[in-house]
């Protein structure tokens, strides 16, 4: 007759007791599960619809928060504004971000539009809009009217400061022959280049030829003193040949009046550092004259301004993808501390996410509310009840502490009793509460729903301002088509928990009451 | 040497007041083996002695011996556990255990060497206090109260303690059934060879006691 034994008598055999002690675990147990099944089922929808969105942030400046602080100012003041505030990514900053453990692949793209000269373009199919360039007009020094030809690039030359890029690993982009340049080529600015398929099939393009482009239309050099064409040449081996899965709308309102250069075929990548370097003299010349032609401007007489490899490298937009969804708010939260201007900022775009999500959060919240309130409330009605037995018990208390029983070893007992009650109360609500529960928790969340203001502004700031959208749309429907409430081991274990942790609170102050009980009260209370 | 030996007992309260001087540096000598009954009226303390030396109070002052021993040395839970047994005036039996169950209580619970088959001896030693099988089987609660002071000594020496004490141990009982459970306790000391002290007022227990002591002014003086 040990005291798990005793235990076990006195429960079986206070039958109505224990009944309904085991009703009250029942009831808190049902509540607690509703309460765990459906906080858990908001928070993984809320995950499984963030695992479903792009893992990427976007490092850029924010054109909006420019504008609102300078919008009154005058165009002097507005020109030192912008002098005072770079807001430039620099280079060491891009690598800093690159070398984060959580990031994937960072695209630091920079755009060049180009003019083939060994090759030609892949044809639009609007060209009977004949958009590869016009007769222009324009005043020359004399006063006097002149004609010329103005011809559109027709290549976009795609760089990245990197051996990588989202596109790639996105599948956008698929290498079909030869290799992507290496972090090597770009240290040594290795003249080298991918050309799309469709490029190389049109010029009969392969692995190991030369093509040739030039930067700028040829017109354009008179404005360069002492500039060759050979400064505006750039030669480059071909060394992979990709496959762009992107195609041109031509339901598309901009479709009819496209130039070649931005169709999807007509791209060619290279390092970011070779055509820097391919470029820099020209861009230096450009200073030079700006500075000599105007000396009153104070960006063309400051040297610190003059153009470098490093400076050419800046960027105003880069997209970071992340390897984790779920690692998006952290990263965000982390860089935007270390961020190098107020005007540049981390965005995940994820605000419509957040918004959507409002009615999961209020979920969740609510039912860790009543989850708490069910438990507070149960451990403060279970203390009662006990201590109340303990009353009616005293005698026998100082019957077992006349043999010999120790306090501690009747605490025990009394643990004992109630744990087995709430074991079986739990295990009851574990199978009715996994019934009801996700009846349970549609209804709520259909309320939640319902009731929640989830209105979303279309163009919640899509970035105009970046060439592709590498973010994803989500929709309400997508993030509550993930909600189910089922009851997971996890939680049933998680209930188990609660309910002996329950138990054991509960059983606090009776045991207090035990163990200052003195025993000599058995003989002194005759009947 | 005695089994029980008080040293200079004292234990007083205070009511409205005024100190009331229950046991007065009481000593006295209990000798193994023997029936003992401890008279006095009503209100002079026998039940705050008897809750002394049996380990569930403590006196304000003096040491009580046991087996030459010092009983705060033993330890009173220990003391309680493998020394001694009581017997209470209200059957101290726990309702929701069956009579057979109590006996075995006291075997789980003592350090001291008892039988492995606990079941069989405790319905053996029922039997022997005229509780048979199925009664063995009740809950306590369903006995009559002689039954029920019968399971109450049966289990007193099953822990296989040598000393018993009881506390009025027939005072809710009639007469017939009384003569039958001090016949008992008799038994006990004959053929169990148990020290046995009641605490009674009780003319027809104390008759049947092989020493007949008295607590007067807070001492114990033999009759
Ligand atoms: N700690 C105490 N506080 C107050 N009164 C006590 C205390 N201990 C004993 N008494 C009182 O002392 C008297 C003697 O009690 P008791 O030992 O039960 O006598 P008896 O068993 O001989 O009738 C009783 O009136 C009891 O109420
Ligand atoms: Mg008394």
Redesign the pocket.
Known sequence: MNFINRALKNVTRKMSKSLLLGLTFFLIGNFVIVGLGVSSAADNAKILARQKMRAVVEYSVDHEKMWEATKDFTEEESTEFYENNPVEITLDKIKEIQQDPRVKVVNAIGNHQMYSKSFENVLVGNEENNNSGGTYFETDEFGNTVEYEHIEPNISLKTNAFDNMIEFEDGIYKIIEGRMYTQEDIDNMSPVCLITDKLAEMNNLSIGDTVTLETMELRSLEYYEGATVEDITIEMEIIGIFDNSEELDPSDPEYDWMSPHMSPDNIVLTTESYINSSKLKLEIMAFDSGKLEYPDIEYYQDEANRPSLESMSYKSNIIILLSDPLDVDAFVKDYTATSESEYLVFDANNETFLKLSKPLDTLSIFSNIIIWLVIINAIVIITLVTALTLKTREYEIGVLLSLGVSKTKVVAQFFVELAIVAVIGFTLAVMSGSMIASSVGNAVLDFQVATADVEIDEDNDYNYYAETDYFTEVSLEDITSKYEVTISPWIIAQIYVAGLGMVLISILIPSLMIMRFNPKKIL?NTN | MSILKLENINYS?V?GGMK?Q?LNNCSFEFEKGKFYTIL?P????????LSIISGLDSPESGTFYFDGEDVNKIGLNKYRRNKIAIVFQQFNLISYLTAGENVQLAMTETDNSVPKNQKEVAYALLEKFGIVKSKADRLVSRLSGGEQQRVAIARAIASNVDLIFADEPTGNLDTATEQEIVKIFKMLTEEYGKTVIV?THSNAVSEFSDLRVK?EGGNLITL
């Open positions: 002194l | 309260y009511d009331r229950i006095g009503s209100g002079s303390g026998k039940t705050t002695l605490v607590l």
